[in-house]
């Protein structure tokens, strides 16, 4: 898959089936889109674009009185998953500013998927809206496809529960604490994807050395603080660990933000060769949560519970 960064790098060949959208979180409603893009893209022998946005369009176009949005995935985490499921041509990013976001439906239809892409068909959610003021919908896209030449399926909603698939339900199950369910909605394990920073080796003195990750945005959404059963990638290999995020309280340490760390069960390799590497982290199970503890031996003898934990669940995954 090509990831793509101008709209002149994409060389459509006899035409393209695109998919657009912000994809956060590369959920069960995305994957159906993608699947369809993919589809389409055999049986039609041309080529698969899916079209998204950096950073995501509420990030510039929120209300500045309300909170900012939390992200469930950044770019690397949406490359990260997009190529693990699925056998995609072109992942296509355009950078949303705001000379852009005043761009109307009609010209975004008309410049970029008819000139730029060759659209063929276009993949679009049920209530995909696009274009300046949103105007752009479903309607509008069938509308200009049987007047510009290509065609338009409008995928959805994917149910759950009885409530539609959506990164806001998904961002609120993280944030109440509930990762079975997001995790249940996504389809695949949370991530995480940062840069491995030094810290101060608390985890090597209690022989559980850790990376401590530090996630490339300030708005990725962070699970609740706890220990985890997770999964590392990184330079080619996967390695289960168990993931801390918390403030150290056994330490006194009076971190201002949570700290994502992660022991590595089966890495035999010098800890100082993490530095500076990138790091995808998978969140599988919650284990419990973050506790202070009377002494660093009373923590080392938790962490030797949470290990066998977590070994325990991973025999049965």
Request: hydrophobic share 40%.
């Amino acid at each position: 898959m090509d990831i793509l960064r101008r709209l002149d790098a994409v060389n459509p060949g006899n035409g393209t089936i695109v998919t657009i959208g912000s994809f956060d979180g590369i959920h069960r409603g995305h994957q159906a889109l993608l699947q369809e893009t993919e589809r389409l893209a055999t049986t039609q022998q041309l080529k698969s674009v899916l079209l998204t946005f950096d950073p995501h369009p509420q990030i510039l176009l929120r209300d500045k009185t309300r909170p900012g949005i939390r992200l469930l995935s950044t770019l690397e985490e949406k490359e990260f998953l997009i190529n693990r499921l699925f056998d995609l041509d072109a992942f296509l990013v355009l950078d949303f500013t705001a000379g852009f976001s005043e761009m109307t439906a009609k010209e975004f239809v008309t410049d970029i998927l008819v000139q730029k892409l060759q659209a063929k068909h276009v993949v679009v959610g049920y209530d995909h809206r696009f274009g300046h003021d949103r105007a752009g919908d479903v309607d509008f896209l069938k509308t200009e496809g049987a007047e510009l030449g290509f065609a338009v399926t409008a995928m959805g909603p994917i149910m759950e529960n009885g409530h539609p698939m959506s990164s806001t339900r998904i961002r609120d199950a993280i944030q109440g604490n509930d990762l079975d369910l997001a995790n249940r909605l996504l389809g695949h394990p949370y991530t995480v994807y940062g840069t491995v920073v030094r810290g101060k080796g608390r985890g090597r003195a209690l022989n559980y050395p850790t990376a401590n990750i530090q996630p490339p945005i300030p708005n990725k959404l962070i699970p609740a603080r706890g220990v985890y059963l997770a999964k590392a990638s990184f330079d080619g290999h996967r390695h289960f660990g168990m993931c801390n995020i918390g403030i150290r309280p056994t330490f006194e340490d009076e971190l201002s933000h949570d700290i994502v760390e992660i022991n590595l069960f089966d890495w035999n390799g010098d800890e100082n060769s993490l530095y500076d590497k990138t790091l995808l982290i998978e969140f599988y199970q919650k284990i419990r949560a973050e506790k202070t503890f009377a002494s660093p031996r009373d923590l080392k003898d938790q962490l030797g519970k949470d290990k066998e934990e977590c070994l325990k669940i991973i025999e049965n995954l």
